[in-house]
């Protein structure tokens, strides 16, 4: 009787996906960037790319776990296996395809520059001798980095970069355009204060992809497939009408 009900068991566990259990893909997220990747008041990980990478899973038939980690390491804990993915508003460049791959591009961004509501400058330039504040190892910080005169802050949060611009220690705070949204606009103590001035200038564009570790086809592949899935049925345009309202 043993050897049937254990039979039965196994041949249950075979018969249902949930049960026998599909491929899960452990994804870290420095979530310190609203509203792409954030923790909420009740704690939970939130966000337009947390929408994102859940309904790619759904999609493309696998799982997803999102793991919360800081930004300065992230890259490292890539490449040593303690997860299989980064998500986590990362641009695409040449230096960092050289060591780790992408999947297919998911949001197109543009470097804003957030400055205090009564501030004229119009370029990096007009803040020749003053301190100017990004998240280190993003694009933001480098392009302050490369504006001769100014003096680079690096923070490891853009919200101890925005709090410092809010309580007049910087003059300016460089960061992806969705982020600064949130803070100049959305979020209503800061928006009191802060404006976004402008945008800073390239002549090509910049690109979010999700990161996996060089070599990793099956994970890529997957990410992959997911994404072509949702801008297909048209779920990608609902999860950014919901984080950025519709055009």
Do not use: H
């Not at 299989?84 to 999947?103: G, L, Y």
């Not at 993003?138 to 853009?158: H, L, M, N, Q």
């Not at 803070?183 to 979010?208: C, R, T």
Request: net charge positive.
């Amino acid at each position: 009787m043993k050897r049937i009900i254990v039979a039965l068991l196994l041949t249950i566990l075979a018969a249902t996906p949930a049960l026998a259990g599909k491929k899960v893909i452990n994804i870290a997220s420095d979530c310190t960037w609203p509203p792409m990747e954030f923790v909420n008041k009740d704690k939970q990980i939130v966000g337009f790319s947390v929408d994102l990478m859940k309904a790619c899973a759904k999609a493309a038939g696998y799982e997803v776990t999102i793991k919360n980690v800081a930004w300065d390491g992230i890259f490292a804990g890539l490449a040593a296996g303690k997860y299989d993915a980064i998500c986590s508003s990362v641009s695409i460049n040449e230096k960092r395809k050289k060591v780790m791959d992408f999947a297919e591009p998911y949001f197109e961004v543009q470097q804003s520059v957030v400055t205090a509501k009564d501030s004229t400058a119009k370029t990096l330039a007009d803040f020749k001798g003053m301190n100017v504040g990004a998240q280190i190892g993003t694009t933001g910080y480098f392009a302050i980095k490369g504006a001769e005169g100014v003096v680079p802050k690096s923070y490891d949060e853009i919200g101890l970069a925005m709090e410092d611009l809010y309580n007049g220690r910087l003059a300016a705070v460089v960061c992806d355009d969705p982020i600064a949204a949130d803070f100049a606009l959305q979020q209503e103590e800061y928006s009191k204060k802060l404006k976004i001035a402008f945008i800073v200038k390239s002549d090509k564009a910049e690109y979010l992809g999700v990161a996996v570790k060089k070599g990793n086809t099956e994970v890529l592949d997957l990410i992959n497939k997911g994404l072509a899935a949702v801008r297909a049925d048209g779920t990608y345009d609902k999860i950014k009408a919901k984080w950025f309202g519709s055009n």
